[in-house]
């Protein structure tokens, strides 16, 4: 009962909880040791595993509360104080093999901790794992040659870092989002997730590498099972202290949620190539949280529709393809030369390629378009972007908030994301535009698979998005993390 309940505390009190000596840090970390060990022969979510090291870094952590008559003071400067992370595979951890799902990587072992890895570390945290992603992390099914593929508790195909938070065996983690990649687990595994504004952390230490205006496009994120620690583990990814004044935890706490502007968006307007229509339980879900905001905070919600919206792939397409580092044939060589798409999509009909099939077409997409649209020769895309871009700021306003779907359906089942290959574009288009946007829960549908929404604001105002989040949970009981009914914590 006793580690039942460590399970399903969030990181903010447990680091507490160490600091005032109601238990150890070693004790907590033994508890998540067994639940990974538990779930992770079911799920293959954790695929890098520093027991022995995580293990002294809680004796150390131990020792340090110890030798202080008062640890408010540590608490401070180590938020995540003993508390157990896990980290996406694309972030180099050291001692650890740093692979992004990538068979030509599996020899590298990393030599140095990302930035986040460090400010994660720097803040007390105990880095137990790395977990799976798929090939280059560039899909949405987590899956590769080298580690195989990642179920998540629910039994769905995406994974690695949701799948083994959602199944009960990390409290929080940090993962990158180019086009929804932190958002859309969050979504498919139950938790929240957020993408930060446009530049916020660095991404320094991580893999595959990204150059050129698509840069704009990724950050790193947390993702996590209670909203309470997202700002938290945002702040720590960022290298702020969150009692800092200019901290998002401080400016998410500051926030009257009664005087937020609601704006909701209930789908792109229309039928789009490549997307999924909408599953009606996810509209209704969006529906409820309308609903909830105008009975328990006053709100007024508007509802509207943004035509342009219909054009997310595109624009989304249009700037992240605007990189001028290695092209994917050369990645997926490991930047040592290139392969040839075409003899490994043959290979892989025989099954005898190290490459997963979504790599290869995007490989040979590469090939036949030839070398990135860039600068002027861009300017269409770019100004597609920046029209969409102020019409949604005018919409949303400096101080208000934009309820939309994280993705089309529940379930998405191993093998069926290729038949709709652009449904990412819900989370997608944030990216392009720079907005900050947290992933929330809803609860399970009717066959019991996670559903939700996200938040998103305009650039800078990553605090309110996270303020919306942490509200709807506290006051929404349908909000929040369901125990997996296959993964029971008893």
Request: proline share 6%.
């Amino acid at each position: 009962a006793y580690a039942c309940e460590l399970l399903c505390c969030s990181a903010q009190e447990l680091a507490s909880r160490i600091s005032k000596k109601e238990i150890s840090a070693k004790i907590l970390l033994e508890v998540y040791i067994e639940r990974i060990e538990r779930v992770n022969p079911a799920i293959n979510a954790v695929v890098a595993k520093r027991y022995e090291e995580a293990r002294k870094e809680a004796l150390i952590i131990d020792q340090m509360i110890d030798e202080r008559e008062n640890s408010e003071a540590l608490l401070e400067k180590k938020p995540l104080l003993g508390v157990p992370v896990t980290i996406k595979d694309c972030f180099a951890v050291t001692g650890l093999p740093h692979t992004a799902g990538l068979v030509k990587r599996s020899h590298i072992i990393a030599e140095e901790d990302a930035t986040v890895v460090k400010n994660i570390r720097s803040a007390g945290g105990i880095i137990v794992g790395v977990t799976n992603c798929s090939e280059l992390c560039m899909w949405f099914e987590t899956t590769n040659k080298l580690y195989g593929t990642t179920n998540n508790p629910y039994g769905l195909a995406y994974g690695g870092e949701g799948a083994i938070i959602a199944a009960g065996g990390s409290i929080c983690g940090v993962g990158s989002d180019i086009g929804g990649s932190v958002r859309m687990p969050a979504f498919l595994c139950g938790c929240f997730g957020h993408k930060a504004s446009a530049n916020l952390g660095s991404l320094k230490g991580s893999w595959p590498p990204v150059s050129g205006p698509a840069k704009y496009c990724e950050g790193p994120g947390p993702i996590c099972r209670y909203s309470v620690d997202i700002p938290l583990v945002m702040d720590v990814v960022l290298g702020l202290i969150p009692r800092d004044p200019e901290s998002i935890s401080v400016r998410a706490k500051s926030v009257d949620i009664r005087s937020l502007k609601v704006v909701s968006v209930l789908d792109m307007g229309g039928t789009s190539f490549g997307i999924s229509n909408l599953d009606a339980e996810i509209k209704a879900a969006q529906i409820r949280v309308e609903q909830h905001l105008q009975k328990e905070y006053g709100l007024e919600v508007e509802r509207t529709t943004v035509p342009n919206l219909q054009k997310s792939t595109n624009v989304w397409l249009g700037i992240v393809m605007e990189d001028d580092g290695p092209r994917t044939c050369e990645l997926l060589a490991n930047c040592s030369g290139r392969i040839s798409p075409f003899w490994e999509l043959l290979k892989s009909a025989f099954g005898q390629s190290d490459h997963t099939f979504p790599s290869l077409l995007q490989a040979a997409m590469d090939h036949f378009s030839g070398p990135p649209k860039m600068g002027e020769a861009n300017a269409e895309a770019h100004r597609k972007r920046d029209e969409l871009k102020e019409e949604l700021e005018q919409l949303i306003g400096e101080h208000g908030v934009l309820l939309y779907p994280t993705f089309p359906k529940s379930p998405l089942k191993h093998g069926r994301a290729l038949l709709n290959p652009y449904d990412f574009s819900y989370s997608a288009i944030f990216n392009a535009l720079g907005f900050p946007v947290t992933a929330i829960p809803l609860g399970l549908n009717e066959k019991g698979f996670p559903i939700g929404i996200q938040i998103v604001s305009t650039g800078g105002n990553d605090h309110l998005t996270i303020a919306a989040a942490m509200a709807i949970e506290e006051s929404m009981e349908e909000c929040g993390w369901k125990v997996p009914p296959n993964f029971p914590i008893s």
